[in-house]
């Protein structure tokens, strides 16, 4: 079965620089989430989308912003990298709000 | 807000033995309690959704069960394997846009 894709799988970026990830949905999920797990510590819910429109916005600093296409996939992208940014990112999806939720298999951010 | 916790951080067991997580959660108003596995630097792995309306759910060796009235689930383990070893983390979904706010985790090891 289709799982959700995500890429890159790993980023290195210096400080004070931007990176963007990308997500790739679950074919026919409409909804889309982002989550920071920063190490040792549990998942924090970003921001999410519902058939391309913002639905919630959590701890996600005004440096990031991210935005979800016609074709359902969303991109993270994230300005002014600092060294507290380096963390797991996670992408989710689901089929509507409120289902089940399929995580993709992270991309591993390092500022350095 | 809602506030998930998990007891205990840390569980070590005999290869065999039956065993409980345990999840509480500070609001009662839960749209669903999702459980997942995660293996060291690994993505997550949906193991059991509950939604609101459900009392419990099954798969395999794994049953886990929801109590919105004492804000606690459970997740039961039957049989525990050495594969069973893992970071186990419950998530509430306590909004109408499915964000989910996750506990801290239990470490699982299921020694031969």
């Known amino acids: 079965a289709a799982g959700v894709i995500q890429s890159p799988r790993h980023l290195i970026k210096e400080k004070r620089e931007t990176a963007t990830l990308k997500c790739y949905p679950i074919?026919?999920?409409?909804?889309v989430y982002w989550y920071q797990q920063g190490p040792g510590q549990d998942p924090q819910f970003l921001i999410s989308?519902?058939?391309?429109?913002?639905?919630d916005k959590g701890s996600i600093p005004d440096r990031f912003s991210a935005q979800q296409f016609s074709d359902y996939h969303s991109e993270l992208n994230m300005s002014s990298l600092e060294l507290g940014d380096s963390a797991l990112y996670f992408c989710?999806?689901?089929?509507?709000?409120?289902?089940?939720?399929?995580f993709g298999p992270g991309t591993r951010l390092t500022v350095l | 807000k809602q506030e998930v916790t998990q007891i205990p951080a840390a569980l070590s067991v005999p290869e065999g033995e039956n065993l409980v997580l345990n999840c509480s959660f500070t609001?009662?108003?839960?749209?669903?309690l999702q459980w997942f596995r995660q293996d060291p630097g690994k993505g997550l792995t949906s193991l059991l959704l509950?939604?609101?309306?459900?009392r419990e759910q099954t798969s395999g060796r794994l049953n886990a069960s929801l109590d919105k009235s004492s804000g606690r689930s459970t997740l039961y383990i039957a049989a525990s394997q050495p594969g069973d070893s893992a970071t186990y983390l419950c998530?509430?979904?306590?909004?109408?846009?499915?964000?989910?706010?996750f506990g801290q985790g239990t470490t699982l090891q299921v020694k031969p």
């Open positions: 989710a999806s689901s089929a509507q709000r409120n289902n089940e939720q399929f």
């Open positions: 074919p026919r999920h409409d909804t």
């Open positions: 989308f519902y058939e391309k429109m913002q639905s």
């Open positions: 609001d009662s108003a839960i749209y669903n």
């Open positions: 509950i939604q609101s309306s459900q």
């Open positions: 998530a509430g979904g306590s909004s109408n846009t499915g964000k989910l706010i």
